[in-house]
C-alpha cells in the first residue's frame, strides 16, 4: 500500500471517529435542561442592554489603559535591561522576574488590598488600582517582548545612524524603536488578549453598578437570576473582542514576520 493510501486511510479512521463523537454527545446530552440552564432567554433579554453600555465598555477602559500604561513601562524597562549600567539592568531583571512569578490574582490583592494600609493617605480610585495591576502585570511581559524586538534590528542600521551623527538616545528612539514594534507587533496583540481576560479579576476589588466589568455583571446575575445563562452572555462578549484581535494577531505576524526574518538577515550579511 503506498504512503499516500496509507494517509487517506488514517484520515478517514480520524474524521470517523469525530463524527461517531459528535453523533453520541448529540443523543445523550440533555438539551432542554442545558437550554433552560445557559441558554434562558428571560435571562440574556433581562442582561441587555447593560451587557454592553457597561460592562463591555468598563472591560475595554480597563485592558485599554492597563495596557497603555504597561507599554510605556515595558519600553523602560526593556532599554534599562539593554542598558551598560548594572543597577539599572538589575532593577529591571528583578522587576520582570517578580511579577511574571507572581498570578495576576495577587498582584490585584496587592494592588487593592495591600497598598492602602501601606500608604492610607494614597486614595487610589478602583479605576486606577485595576490600571496599576494591569499595567504591573502586563509590562513585565511586554519588556521582555520589547528587548527581543530590539535586539532583533540589525546592528548596521544603529552604526549608519550614528555614522550620520546622530546620537545613541536618537538612534535609538528613530531607528531601533520603530523597527522593533513593527517586529513584535503579533506578541503585542496576543498580550492585549491576555489582558482582556486578565481584566475579569476586577470583581475582587469589588465595584459600584457603574463599575461593573463583564465578569462582575455575570456573577451578579448569577446570583439575582439562578441561573448560569449569565456566563454564556459574557462569554460571547469576550469573544467580540478576543477573536478579532486573534485574527489581527495572526494578519500582522503573516504581513510582518516574513520582513522581520528579511530584514534581520540583510542586516547580519
Same mark, same amino acid.
Given at each position: ?12 479512521? &480520524? ?44 472591560? @475595554?477602559?480597563?485592558? @485599554? ?11 523602560? $524597562? ?12 538589575? !532593577? ?14 495577587? !498582584? ?34 511586554? *519588556? ?6 530590539? &535586539? *532583533? ?10 555614522? @550620520? ?19 513584535? $507587533? ?24 457603574? &463599575? ?23 462569554? $460571547? ?33
Amino acid at each position: 500500500m503506498s504512503k499516500r493510501r496509507r494517509g487517506q486511510i488514517s484520515r478517514g479512521i &480520524q474524521y470517523a471517529v469525530i463524527a461517531v463523537v459528535l453523533v453520541v454527545i448529540v443523543i445523550v446530552a440533555d438539551w432542554e435542561k442545558l437550554g433552560q440552564t445557559f441558554f434562558n432567554p428571560e435571562v440574556v433579554k433581562g442582561m441587555f442592554p447593560r451587557v454592553i453600555t457597561v460592562a463591555l465598555k468598563n472591560t @475595554l477602559i480597563f485592558t @485599554l489603559l492597563g495596557f497603555a500604561l504597561g507599554l510605556v513601562l515595558a519600553v523602560v $524597562l526593556a532599554l534599562m535591561r539593554l542598558s551598560t549600567v548594572g543597577p539599572y539592568r538589575w !532593577v529591571s531583571f528583578a522587576y520582570i522576574e517578580f511579577f511574571r512569578g507572581l498570578p495576576a490574582l495577587v !498582584v490585584f490583592l496587592g494592588m487593592g488590598f495591600g497598598i492602602p494600609v501601606a500608604f492610607p493617605g494614597l486614595g487610589l480610585t478602583k479605576l486606577t488600582t485595576i490600571m496599576l495591576a494591569l499595567g504591573f502585570v502586563s509590562s513585565a511581559y511586554m *519588556a521582555e517582548t520589547i528587548r527581543a524586538g530590539i &535586539q *532583533a534590528v540589525p546592528k548596521g542600521q544603529v552604526e549608519a545612524a550614528r555614522s @550620520l551623527g546622530m546620537s545613541p538616545a536618537r538612534a535609538m528612539a528613530t531607528i531601533v524603536i520603530p523597527q522593533a514594534f513593527r517586529i513584535i $507587533l503579533p506578541p503585542l496583540t496576543n498580550e492585549l488578549i491576555l489582558l482582556t481576560k486578565d481584566s475579569s479579576l476586577a470583581y475582587i476589588l469589588g465595584s459600584s453598578v457603574e &463599575q461593573l466589568e463583564l465578569a462582575q455583571l455575570a456573577r451578579s446575575e448569577i446570583v439575582s437570576t439562578a441561573s448560569l445563562t449569565p456566563f454564556m452572555v459574557i462569554a $460571547l462578549a469576550y469573544l467580540i473582542i478576543t477573536i478579532p484581535l486573534s485574527y489581527l494577531s495572526r494578519r500582522l505576524e503573516k504581513r510582518y514576520g516574513s520582513d522581520a526574518v528579511s530584514s534581520t538577515t540583510s542586516g547580519g550579511a
